[in-house]
């Protein structure tokens, strides 16, 4: 079983750093929101990651632990993945600016990963909240996508229209729908994985939990919880044999949450008549798009119940399954990506964030601003095989990083961020960067294996 050092607070340096580093795991959650500066979108967690950072390296110890964190191995390949995309950027983007956003909030998750690094035991706080986030995320999650459907969308507030179903979906304060449900997954897979829970706690997260992802409506979910749940299974019985012991209670947990998602789900299924009948097709509106060839097509998109107007830049990854389906969708912009990845591009990447600047979204799909939101496909794109190899040996360092009896938590958590990323990525927010420094903060009981060197704070 995992043993998790418990934060040391000391003095009142440390325990704001403590509140800080949890300050920025509850900001995390807000990616919805943010503000435009000089023509960049600054989130609340870019903000906050600055702040936590100040916190830390205000202190001397604070700042020798982060000179010490600058020659961690995942930190050395997340920052040679990051001047390989300014490289590829500098050579192939069409527009410099859109290519600095992007590489901007990847160079804040950076030093987030660096500050957590630096703190030593404080940042086992992150999956010390990783409970009440998950309860608290599934059931608001789930309260206003009842609320919203119940209303007809008269009080719609922290979800999205999703058109393939024809019902409200639940967002809070996350990006979109497919985002909301990835955090929700990764926070309760920290939270159950890899630890002995009482059988109440088992049995409240495995009905509230479904819950969320019902508000989500998402499919992708679902196999990522099933990728992440089988990932942790075989690997901690790979890790008990080995080691000869013999813990089956630390398998108790992930089997339940996935028996308790699948009943709940063909629940909600059976309760709802979604397994006889298609959902009723949504109020549609005819419009006309400019193609990327600059011709002019006439096509007809759904519209949200009581809305008239139609941003087609703004319409979701999810709106595409009413016309074609998420696969063609997703199987046409892959061919159109596929045209500029070829030669020096295909090596060396086409620049970050330049999809959306040399392709517009298919006509038939709504037509408006391209987005190539498939994690593997969206390296490729930007930097080429490189950025692919770069960013392969930085997730093997995170598990050659981890401290052996946590590696089954981090197959499980990887691999589920992995999948869901498939589909829509959340590579750019904090909280698997967050996830990814407790994974390798050292063991409190006494491990083989290489591990970060502790931290002043974390020997007090």
């Known amino acids: 079983m995992d043993t998790v050092e418990k934060p040391t607070v000391p003095n009142r340096t440390i325990n704001w750093t403590v509140i800080a580093v949890g300050a920025t795991a509850l900001v995390s959650l807000t990616g919805r929101f943010k503000v435009e500066v000089a023509g960049f979108s600054v989130r609340p967690e870019h903000l906050a990651t600055l702040v936590l950072a100040a916190v830390v390296f205000a202190r001397a110890d604070g700042r020798a632990a982060g000179l010490r964190a600058l020659r961690h191995p995942v930190v050395l390949l997340f920052g040679a993945y990051l001047v390989w995309g300014a490289f590829s950027s500098l050579l192939f983007s069409p527009r410099l600016t859109k290519s600095a956003a992007i590489l901007g909030w990847l160079g804040l998750d950076w030093l987030l990963l660096v500050t957590l690094l630096s703190v030593g035991a404080a940042v086992t706080v992150v999956r010390r909240l990783s409970g009440p986030i998950s309860f608290a995320w599934a059931a608001a999650g789930f309260l206003t996508f009842v609320i919203a459907n119940a209303t007809k969308g008269s009080a719609r507030l922290g979800t999205q229209f999703e058109y393939n179903h024809n019902l409200y979906v639940a967002v809070l304060t996350a990006f979109e729908s497919n985002i909301y449900a990835t955090f929700l997954l990764l926070w309760t897979l920290l939270f159950v994985l890899g630890t002995m829970k009482g059988w109440r706690t088992i049995a409240a997260i495995s009905i509230v939990f479904p819950l969320g992802l019902i508000a989500a409506q998402t499919r992708a979910s679902l196999a990522a919880l099933g990728a992440g749940v089988a990932l942790y299974v075989a690997y901690e019985a790979i890790r008990q044999k080995r080691s000869g012991q013999r813990n089956l209670a630390l398998f108790v947990a992930p089997v339940a949450l996935l028996v308790g998602t699948a009943v709940m789900l063909g629940a909600f299924k059976f309760a709802t008549g979604a397994l006889e009948q298609e959902p009723a097709p949504p109020p549609v509106k005819t419009v006309q798009v400019q193609t990327p060839q600059g011709t002019t097509a006439v096509i007809t998109v759904p519209v949200a119940p009581g809305n008239t107007h139609v941003n087609l830049d703004k319409l979701s990854a999810t709106d595409e399954q009413s016309r074609g389906g998420t696969l063609d969708f997703r199987k046409q912009i892959l061919i159109l990506a596929a045209q500029d990845m070829h030669g020096a591009n295909l090596w060396f990447g086409n620049g970050v964030n330049t999809y959306p600047l040399r392709h517009d979204r298919p006509a038939q799909y709504g037509g408006g601003t391209g987005d190539l939101s498939m994690l593997p496909a969206q390296i490729l794109y930007d ?78």
């Open 383 to 460: 930097a080429g095989i490189v950025g692919v190899l770069i960013l392969s040996a930085m997730f093997g360092a995170v598990m050659w990083r981890t401290p052996p009896s946590r590696r089954p938590l981090a197959a499980g958590i990887l691999g589920c961020f992995l999948i869901a990323s498939a589909l829509t990525s959340a590579f750019w927010f904090s909280p698997i960067w967050m996830m990814i420094a407790f994974l390798m903060q050292p063991s409190a009981e006494s491990e083989g294996g290489p591990a970060s060197p502790p931290t002043p704070e974390s020997v007090h």
